[in-house]
């Protein structure tokens, strides 16, 4: 059964802007979001007002964003490393989308242009896109074909590092303080979960589809169980905090 992440904008000028910009976004977009991955995404469009609302709501649900509002920024914050994904406009000045595209290499990228003809579309993903959105799209369309091409295209990725703790994902090893930590399977695959998914609500029943798999038989309280399991192998009992009637949160 899915079960939506609660992330809620908290301050008062994020709701502002969110309502500035109604006709651009489906009104649960932000607040009710199925995200399995979080990311550092570069978001590359010329439009003040689409490029901050694009980055409000990949923030909501945990995203990291750089900015470019040209062609040659983008290459720039592409040279520096560290994007997961790029969000790139076609129609940009200095350089269009489809020369940037033409000199990404090995990034995943999904256009965001208000051409919709068939040759754009096309040309757009024979360059090697990985996805393709028409403007104006709904915000938690371009949400959910985020997630989907960071699902595709996301490897195993760099050990994550935190108050001792170091969790390595290809060897599936944990450590505390440089010394090995057993944890069961399902302890690991609910640690990653929580690791990858990093300062977001996640509710138990979340939990659950993502570490254990949509056809799972237990009930909620098997992830208590595991969660108390982790918190007290790697003493991260105020880093997993428990959030009241939703679930749980890995702080860091
Ligand atoms: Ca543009």
Redesign the pocket.
């Known amino acids: 059964m899915k079960s939506p992440i609660v992330n809620e904008l908290s301050s008062r000028s994020e709701q502002s802007a969110r309502l500035s910009f109604t006709t651009w976004l489906h009104p649960r977009a932000t607040i009710i979001v199925e995200v399995t991955k979080v990311a550092t995404i570069l978001i590359v ?3 003040l007002p689409i490029h901050e609302l694009i980055r409000r709501n990949l923030q909501s649900v945990g995203h990291e964003c750089r900015s470019a509002f040209d062609g040659r920024e983008a290459l720039d914050a592409l040279a520096g490393g560290g994007i997961d994904l790029v969000l790139l ?4 000045p200095e350089m269009d989308g489809f020369e940037v595209m033409r000199r990404i290499r090995g990034t995943p990228v999904i256009f965001l ?2 051409r919709s003809g068939l040759a754009d579309k096309v040309k757009g993903l024979s360059l090697g896109a990985d996805d393709y959105l028409v403007k104006p799209f709904e915000m938690l369309e371009l949400l959910a074909r985020v997630d989907a091409v960071l699902r595709r295209t996301q490897k195993a990725g760099a050990p994550f590092e935190l108050d001792g703790v170091r969790v390595e994902f290809e060897s599936r090893q944990v450590f505390v303080h440089g010394r090995p930590v057993e944890c069961a399977p399902k302890e690991f695959d609910l640690l990653e979960t929580l690791i990858r998914n990093r300062n977001i609500a996640l509710s138990r029943d979340k939990l659950l589809e993502l570490a254990w798999g949509y056809d799972f038989a237990g009930d909620s309280r098997t992830v208590d169980v595991h969660i108390q399991k982790l918190r007290k192998k790697l003493s991260w009992e105020h880093r997993i905090k428990t959030v009241y009637k939703v679930g749980y949160r890995l702080e860091a």
């Open positions: 469009e010329d439009e406009d076609i129609l940009l242009t208000a």
